[in-house]
């Protein structure tokens, strides 16, 4: 499930010219069992009663009651696991159940996650919430990031407001008690299959009505161009001098502070042009996702099994970067690196261009099948392929 799938039928070009950091955006009337494959409550069942669960990332919310609910309600005696049967149990009682992190615990939100990380190049997280029939889990507020809403079972009214703190982050968090909504600008009911996207600073609030609800929160936690720039001047500034020198508030020469401004300001001019395209943010960025390569396990203890026959793919062409390098060849995947003598760049090359899994003695390229199995063991071992034999 990718952008598009999720937008579907607005296009990504119309959704960042007239949306992104701008409006909210709601799409309806798709087909409802469009998130069956996603999450289920079955899957938040298994969650609950098969793995342990710790408090924060597991909570309650409850709009009616004045102070967030103890913890102490539903989790083990002295401990911050969570008390599945208590938890559950809270539901009936007019709590929203709050289950945050699941792309770490449910390999389909994973999967979706790392999409969206490839896309946006920012990180991405879930949360999950289940909200009973006529209740409301949380206040009218805004959010410091960005949220696409992914109606996975039954309905929710949601309310959006005037008054937005445009494009809120770190810098300008929500304070309940200092804040007054405007008036409503937008009334909507959200059904299953239903998306809805939020910039951050939207006012907004949701409730249930005659329906449970359970829908999928994921959040673009983006770094703005401050906080890049803020990192890339002091690591830049290592091999940088104009960045290193004093500001001068005192009385100088003006000739001499003027073209200092200019130096400094065409410096940062550059950094800015290639903070885009720096392939040390890319690799950074990657190098802290969690690789969804199911079946790598199986790949690795049977590796001595390829031969001329097993068919081979390319699993994420989006993390496979290859960098030529004189007479070698850098391949990364993730966090990985593997250098390849360069006589292997045409058999990369079809790879990357092909799209269906091809047994190794079929792909046409200046190695003969020893040496192209040789190479596909090597690719294998840091994840890149996906192998059937």
Sequence with gaps: MNLQEILHPITTDVFFNEYFEKKHLIIKNRNRSFFDQLLSIQDLDSILFSQTNHHPDFRLADHSKTEKPDSKEYTIKDSDIIDPLKFSNA????????????????????????????????????????????????????????????????????????????????????????????????????????????????????????????????????????????????????????????????????????????????????????????????????????????????????????????????????KFRMIKNCEKIDVKFYDLKLSMPIQCESFLNVLINENQALPIHKIHCNLDDQSKILVTRQLSKIGILDIAS
Excluded at 193 to 211: E, S
Excluded at 274 to 300: N, T, V
Aim: with cysteine.
């Design 91 to 318: 539901f009936e009682n007019g709590s929203t159940l709050v289950m945050s992190g699941l792309q770490n615990k449910i390999y389909s939100l994973r999967k979706l996650t790392n999409e969206l990380e490839t896309f946006f190049k920012h990180k991405i997280q879930t949360n999950i919430y289940l909200t009973p029939k006529k209740s409301q889990g949380f206040s009218t507020h805004y959010d410091t990031h960005d949220v696409f809403i992914f109606q996975f079972e039954g309905s929710k009214h949601w309310r959006i407001y005037d008054q937005p703190v445009l494009l809120a982050d770190k810098t300008t968090p929500f304070n309940k008690e200092e804040f007054i909504p405007g008036k409503v600008i937008d009334e909507f009911t959200l059904e299953k299959g239903d998306v809805l996207y939020i910039p951050r600073g939207i006012v907004h609030d949701a409730y249930c009505t005659n329906q449970n609800s359970g829908h999928i929160t994921t959040g673009i936690i983006g770094k703005t161009w401050a906080e890049h720039l803020a990192e890339v001047l002091l690591e830049k500034s290592k091999s940088i001098l104009p960045l290193r020198k004093f500001t001068k508030f005192h009385s100088i020469n003006e000739n001499d502070k003027n073209e200092e401004i200019i130096e400094v300001t065409n410096v940062v001019t550059e950094l800015i042009k290639k903070l885009q395209q720096d392939d040390e943010i890319i690799d950074d960025f990657y190098s802290r996702q969690k690789a969804i390569a199911q079946g790598q396990l199986s790949q690795i203890v049977n590796i001595d099994c390829i031969n001329k026959d097993s068919k081979i793919k390319i699993r994420e062409k989006n």
